[in-house]
């Protein structure tokens, strides 16, 4: 057993634990009382140490381990578990990479730059400000409650991209009816009719007179850039104006 907690990390009292509970038995114990694994058994303990990595608790783990008989099963659904684990680890790395690049400068982020990678108690904090607004001046509930972090993180991401291109293009003096500003904003209007929130061109400009109008959110679009509200409005007139994007 020494040898075992030695290669692995796993104290002693950890395996004698696992032991007593039944998540990982020996193959022998000899007679003095020592424990004795086997290749078996340093393979499940392998299984248990990845689960242990994904913060599943020991209960979780037994009955993760008995629905998972087939130990390439199991090895492909933490591979799975831990790639996603690791790229919400990058995303929160480039998120504090940013945090401190902005602090540095002086800067203030962008709600949606503040919690990229964040998971659903992170989403909670994040848009409470937002919820209790809207809920106080509107009495419209962002119900918190039911979001889904992946899905809101690949919403901000788009978000984010598609107001730094915006911005962007104001400081640049691009014109709101340009061929490239209207290409975002029609990319952007897919986006968000494929990922769940259906609107045509008409209901995406009075969406974007009302944050262009609303404090709140007024407010957070010129902290990014001074003009920004009033270009995003110009540009998605522009593209309202255009009947093809118009619906009857």
């Known amino acids: 057993m020494k040898e075992v907690s030695a290669m692995t990390g796993v104290t ?12 990982l038995l020996p193959c022998r114990v000899t007679e003095a009382g020592y424990r004795l694994y086997g290749k078996k058994e340093l393979e499940r303990l392998q299984q248990i140490l990845f689960y242990r990595e994904l913060d599943f608790t020991l209960k979780e783990i037994q009955k993760a381990l008995q629905s998972e008989s ?22 929160l790395l ?3 990479r940013k945090s401190i690049r902005s602090a540095l400068k002086g800067e203030t982020m ?5 919690f990229q990678g964040f998971d659903k108690q992170g989403w909670e904090e994040a848009l409470k400000p937002q919820s209790d607004y809207l809920k106080e001046n509107y009495q419209v509930d962002l119900k918190t409650a039911e979001i889904d972090p992946e899905e809101l993180n690949e919403k901000a991401a788009e978000a984010k991209r598609f107001m730094d ?47 262009s109008q609303d404090q709140f959110h007024h407010k957070m679009m010129e902290d990014q850039q001074i003009g920004l509200s009033y270009f ?9 104006d255009n009947p093809k994007n118009t619906k009857e």
Request: hydrophobic fraction near 35%; proline fraction near 0%; charged fraction near 25%.
């Open 165 to 211: 291109a915006m911005s962007e293009a104001l400081k640049n003096q691009i014109s709101a009816a340009d061929e490239r500003v209207q290409s975002l904003v029609k990319g952007h209007l897919k986006f968000l009719n494929d990922h769940g929130t259906k609107m045509d061109a008409g209901q995406f400009y009075r969406t974007s007179q009302f944050l």
């Open 70 to 91: 087939n130990r390439i099963t199991c090895l492909e659904r933490q591979q799975k578990l831990l790639c996603t684990q690791r790229q919400r680890t990058d995303r």
């Open 12 to 23: 002693i009292k950890a395996l004698h634990y696992y032991h007593k509970i039944g998540l």
């Open 232 to 240: 995003l409005l110009a540009a998605v007139g522009q593209h309202v």
């Open 110 to 114: 962008s709600e949606q730059d503040l």
């Open 94 to 96: 480039d998120t504090i």
